[in-house]
T-cell receptor
Framework: GQQVMQIPQYQHVQEGEDFTTYCNSS?????IQWYKQRPGGHPVFLIQ?????EVKKQKRLTFQFGEAKKNSSLHITATQTTDVGTYFC????????????FGTGTLLAVQP | GAGVSQSPSNKVTEKGKDVELRCDPI?????LYWYRQSLGQGLEFLIY????????KSGLPSDRFSAERTGGSVSTLTIQRTQQEDSAVYLC???????????FGPGTRLTVT
């Protein structure tokens, strides 16, 4: 079936360091979304990428969609303690259904 | 406006009992999704409703799980003869038609003893 691999599973950084999480699919995606889940909270939408090679920025966050639309990444520059949480990619394969297949998530811990 | 609401927020039940979990989506959202999240794990897709179309039930783990959506709004997820492995947080999300962002509710934490 469709699977979305996300690495790393866990990342611990010092405040001010950069952070990147990667998402990979074995098949081509229609689009990909990214969500953040704070500890004890529910996932909150960050962004959606649709076009091949697309790059979007939100302040210190940079999102990329691969040329082949099979992988994506989220990069955070100069992490802050407020960045703590689990980051999930969510893949949409298009077709008749709009269900999202969520990646396994990357838990980010930021030490002040 | 109001977001997605779910009830109850917590449910403790004995093994073998049936449970019903409720989701009230954002008004006007035609799509509704159910997910399951075990402790420290990712989100497991369960079922997806879109308007009047037949639901995508491909993620339901067994025939003990069922869901319905009445009047295109409120949805109920029913788990029959609960097992301990059903213990998890059940999240509901809603969205406008494809392929828009999903808005999640706070979840129902189900504990089967």
């Amino acid at each position: 079936g469709q699977q979305v691999m996300q690495i790393p599973q866990y990342q611990h950084v010092q405040e001010g360091e950069d952070f990147t999480t990667y998402c990979n699919s074995s098949t081509t995606l229609s689009n990909i979304q990214w969500y953040k889940q704070r500890p004890g909270g529910h996932p909150v939408f960050l962004i959606q990428l649709v076009k091949s090679g697309e790059v979007k920025k939100q302040k210190r966050l940079t999102f990329q969609f691969g040329e082949a639309k099979k992988n994506s990444s989220l990069h955070i520059t100069a992490t802050q303690t407020t960045d703590v949480g689990t980051y999930f990619c969510a893949a949409n394969y298009g077709g008749a259904t709009n269900k999202l297949i969520f990646g396994t998530g990357t838990l980010l811990a930021v030490q002040p | 406006g109001a977001g997605v609401s779910q009830s109850p927020s917590n449910k403790v039940t004995e093994k073998g009992k049936d449970v019903e979990l409720r989701c009230d989506p954002i008004s006007g959202h035609t799509a509704l999704y159910w997910y399951r999240q075990s402790l420290g794990q990712g989100l497991e897709f369960l079922i997806y409703f879109q308007g009047n179309s037949a639901p995508d039930k491909s993620g339901l783990p067994s025939d003990r799980f069922s869901a319905e959506r009445t009047g295109g709004s409120v949805s109920t997820l029913t788990i029959q003869r609960t097992q301990q492995e059903d213990s998890a947080v059940y999240l509901c999300a809603s969205s406008l038609a494809r392929p828009y962002e999903q808005y999640f509710g706070p979840g129902t934490r189900l504990t089967v003893t």
